[in-house]
């Protein structure tokens, strides 16, 4: 999930800085870098910014949950925060009580939610979605390199 995640926020630009003023290769604001064990200092040193990362979506993951319907949540919640996101959920599902709990759910009643999600988060999970999906199936889309993940440098 990392290197999708790393793509999506930075374009893997180990220290690019957000108009929000998120910085590194995860996007770690100031503030909230201390909750995953990252000094705010430390937002461009790539390695503990992934440590950070990990924590961060483990957490999401537990929130939200691992399975098909679930990850897509705390991958989106990855970008517009857990809170952002859970609240926009509930109002989903208050409105449209017999849909499922899902990031497609969230896309389904866009125009009910805040702006942010229609702004920025309806198109987070697409695209970390189209770039796990090229990056691993590198040869169907006429690149000539190995499935990003299998990697080992």
């Known amino acids: 999930i990392g ?11 180990p220290c690019l800085e957000s108009p929000t003023h998120a910085l590194g290769l995860f996007q770690f604001l100031a503030s909230t870098a201390p909750d995953f064990g990252l000094d705010p200092k430390d937002r461009c040193n ?14 999401l993951s537990g929130r939200f949950g691992t399975g098909p319907l679930s990850m897509p949540l ?15 959920l509930e109002t989903a599902l208050k409105e449209n009580g017999n849909q499922e ?9 866009a125009d009910s939610l805040s702006k942010q999600f ?23 889309f006429g690149l000539t390199i190995q499935p990003l993940s299998t ?3």
Request: with cysteine.
């Open 118 to 140: 229609q702004v920025e988060n309806i198109k987070y999970v697409p695209k970390f979605y189209a770039a796990a999906i090229i990056g691993e199936n590198p040869q169907d």
């Open 46 to 59: 790539t390695e503990l910014a992934s440590k950070a990362a990990a924590k961060y979506m483990k957490q």
């Open 101 to 109: 709990r899902s990031f497609w759910t969230l896309v389904a009643n």
């Open 151 to 153: 990697y080992t440098n």
């Open 74 to 88: 705390a991958i989106g919640s990855y970008n517009s925060g857990q809170g952002a996101l859970s609240k926009n």
């Open 3 to 13: 290197l999708y995640l790393a793509m999506i926020e930075s374009e893997h630009c």
